[in-house]
């Protein structure tokens, strides 16, 4: 178990060394993956000490070698779910909500404040507040799209946003960011800032990630909002192969840093 484990690991950190998931899956499919070797995936633990995902009865570990042990139930079961889920070998590539736990447990949970941060200086720079100055038709599309977030941030955040046309960068006021830090600091544990941060990279926008966070918006229109520029581009100029691949891939990464995010409410 613990050479099999440790060869996971080994293909996990690879397959995570660059931030591209296509680039990541190519990376994975240049070695042969470590085959499945365990009959019974199950979720031991409870509520007090943490859920675990055991493969025979043994605990999974992190590529830190960490118990992989989580604070509910229903996110165990998730990543048991994808451990199942493997047939004949085992590949991290097509395990994302395991990836983002390892990731949480090894790098953000002794010292989560960079990435809390992190988060923040992207509101500084957000998509949402750079805008195009022209087709006009595009610059209506943006306001109907991104218009309505801004407005619940500075209703709701107290963060009030500068917007700017062109990408010549504009320094948000201090209150703004200030506000915003506020609402990113709420979320404390180290999983759900690997999520949060995970949806803010892949959206570009940390408005986006915090209005998801708060329920103000569902994953999948956060992902629709970050995408108006491109779909703008895709209807005008076509559709580009390498990009749509891309999106798709990203997309799965989206859909498993919320189900992470949410499964991390979830009563036992």
């Known amino acids: 178990m613990r050479d099999f484990l440790n060869e996971i690991a080994e293909h996990a950190t690879e397959a995570l060394s660059d931030p591209d998931p296509v680039r990541r899956a190519q990376i994975q499919m240049k070695r042969p993956l470590p085959k499945r070797f365990y009959k019974e995936v199950s979720v031991g633990g409870d509520e007090g000490s943490g859920y675990s995902v055991l493969l025979d ?32 070998e085992v590949d991290p590539a097509r395990m994302p909500v395991t990836r983002l736990v390892n990731t949480a447990l090894d790098a953000i949970a002794a010292d989560p404040l960079p990435v809390r941060d992190d988060i923040v200086r992207f509101c500084e720079s957000d998509l949402l507040c750079y805008r195009a100055d022209t087709p006009e038709a595009l610059i209506e599309r943006q306001a109907k799209a991104w218009d309505p977030v801004i407005e619940w941030a500075a209703s709701t955040l107290g963060a009030r946003f500068i917007l700017v046309q062109g990408i010549m960068h504009q320094t948000q006021p201090h209150e703004a960011v200030t506000a915003f830090a506020k609402a990113v600091a709420k979320h404390e ?16 926008s940390a408005l986006l990630a915090i209005a998801f966070a708060e329920g103000h918006l569902d994953a999948d229109t956060a992902w629709h909002l970050s995408h108006v520029d491109e779909d703008w581009t895709t209807e005008h100029w076509g559709e580009d192969a390498e990009a749509t691949a891309r999106r798709a891939a990203k997309t799965i990464e989206l859909q498993a840093a919320a189900a992470v995010f949410h499964a991390l409410t979830q009563a036992a």
Not at 63 to 86: C, D, F, H, N, S
């Open 189 to 204: 544990n180290a999983i759900a800032l690997a999520s949060l941060h995970t949806v803010t990279t892949l959206t570009g």
């Open 57 to 88: 009865g043994k605990t999974v570990k992190t590529p830190a070698r960490k118990a992989l042990t989580v604070p509910t139930k229903a996110l165990a079961e998730l990543v048991a779910a994808e451990w199942e889920a493997q047939v004949s």
